[in-house]
């Protein structure tokens, strides 16, 4: 994800008015775009997803995937548009027939090769900053979960590993197994050679 170059400062009216694709992200006042989810990011989504669908089904909160707009500080400067991989909001006057108005519960992100610096740094404090009570941060190749708790202002981070299952903080008694959303990798073993044809002429 890369910062497009701009000498003006945008809000969420101006981002209302930009195309769909591609799409953007705004990160105070400055317009980010983002790359096309890979088909390992959408399936991560989609593990998680449904673990949280379950677990939720007959309760007040409610989980969304991308891409839904977030505005993460619709009541000062509306300057901030963001995009999470996965949400939870317990709060449902925050939801509204556009976007979501306000900070999440919990928010999601799945690191991909362009977004690593976005998601570990810009995000996570812009997150920290608008009071996001849980922020998770995936990443595919380590097959890690960095969960953030907000404790007095300040995330405190405690990793899972694939073989876990990550105790939602926000969610009493919710717990997302890690073993759904990474699933054994196929090996092969070192001293099995491919199989060649062979022509046999009569």
């Not at 000498?7 to 705004?26: A, F, G, I, N």
């Not at 996965?86 to 976007?99: A, E, G, P, Q, S």
């Not at 097959?143 to 404790?151: E, K």
């Not at 299952?165 to 008694?173: E, N, S, T, Y």
Request: aromatic letters at 10%; hydrophobic letters at 35%; a negative charge.
């Amino acid at each position: 994800m890369d910062a497009v170059q701009a000498e003006v400062y945008y809000t969420y009216q101006d981002y209302l008015t930009w195309p769909d694709y591609p799409r953007y992200e705004l990160i105070d006042g400055q317009p980010y775009m983002m790359a096309s989810p890979s088909p390992e990011h959408q399936e991560i989504i989609l593990a998680l997803g449904s673990q949280f669908h379950g677990f939720l089904k007959g309760k007040p909160c409610r989980v969304f995937t991308l891409p839904l707009d977030v505005r993460l500080n619709e009541n000062r400067f509306d300057d901030t548009v963001v995009q999470p991989d996965l949400l939870v909001v317990c709060d449902n006057n925050k939801i509204t027939k556009k976007c979501c108005e306000g900070a999440p519960d919990l928010v999601i992100e799945i690191v991909s090769p362009s977004s690593g610096q976005m998601d570990r740094l810009i995000k996570f404090k812009r997150y920290q900053r608008a009071g996001v009570r849980e922020y998770w941060i995936v990443d595919p190749e380590t097959r890690i979960v960095q969960v953030h708790v907000l404790n007095d202002g300040t995330y405190t981070a405690s990793p899972y590993d694939s073989s876990e299952k990550v105790p939602v903080q926000i969610l009493p008694g919710c717990e997302i197994d890690l073993a759904d959303v990474f699933p054994p990798k196929e090996e092969t073993p070192d001293n099995e050679a491919p199989k060649a044809e062979t022509e046999k002429n009569n």
